[in-house]
């Protein structure tokens, strides 16, 4: 039910993270295709097909490959923090309602490439250093409007959350919810990172966090 990739081993890749990032957009276009032509081909599939949806954890550093394993069962794979936390980033998108998150590694690599929103900064499960996330919206110049303005919407609201202006966060979250609610409107009722964020700014307006807060949201849940 998963499907793991690395790039930049065992040969050298200089445009790794780039690679990363276009089979990630590739991907959830195709199955967004596929929804399309499982709905028309109706009765044929259940709902629960017409819906389907992946998620996808992108990090970029340092992993070891090798042959690993046994004489009796060997594969060449990865393993290190590294990955660990890409698969952190896929399992936690879903408290986001998002599909695909990268981490501040990956995003410094391909920021120049690629249109992206920031989604947060957290503490992963298993992690003590915190990593502020992305998600990867689509190339530069390529990029939808309505996504554009999702995130330029989304970025304002969250510049007011970190300088802690909650009711200017509200107001701009939820322009930004409208946003969201456009992009993928089957999914109106579920998670969405401005339903997320328009959450906690009503819980911190009644429950002020304290003076030296760092902005930094520790997740419970892998």
Not at 88 to 105: N, V
């Amino acid at each position: 039910d998963a499907i793991i990739a690395f790039f930049g081993a065992p040969m050298p890749l200089p445009d790794h993270a780039s690679r990363a990032i276009k089979v990630s957009l590739r991907m959830q276009n195709a199955l967004g295709d596929l929804r399309k032509k499982w709905t028309r081909e109706g009765d044929k599939w259940p709902e629960i097909v017409h819906n389907m949806r992946m998620r996808i954890g992108i990090n970029s550093g340092e992993i070891v490959t090798g042959n690993m394993g046994s004489k009796m069962r060997m594969n060449y794979t990865m393993m290190g923090d590294s990955v660990n936390l890409a698969a952190r980033l896929e399992a936690s998108a879903k408290q986001y309602g998002i599909f695909t998150q990268i981490s501040h590694f990956t995003y410094n690599l391909i920021k120049d490439e690629f249109e992206c929103r920031e989604l947060d900064t957290i503490r992963v499960v298993g992690k003590t250093e915190p990593v502020t996330t992305y998600e990867p919206l689509g190339l530069k110049n390529k990029t939808d409007k309505l996504l554009l303005d999702l995130k330029n919407k989304f970025n304002e609201a969250l510049k007011n959350y970190k300088e802690k202006n909650w009711d200017q966060a509200i107001l701009l979250f939820n322009e930004s919810l409208k946003l969201e609610n456009e992009r993928f409107p089957e999914l109106e009722k579920k998670p969405n990172p401005s339903k997320i964020y328009l959450e906690r700014c009503l819980d911190f307006k009644n429950n002020p966090p304290p003076e030296n807060w760092d902005g930094v949201y520790s997740l419970t849940e892998k």
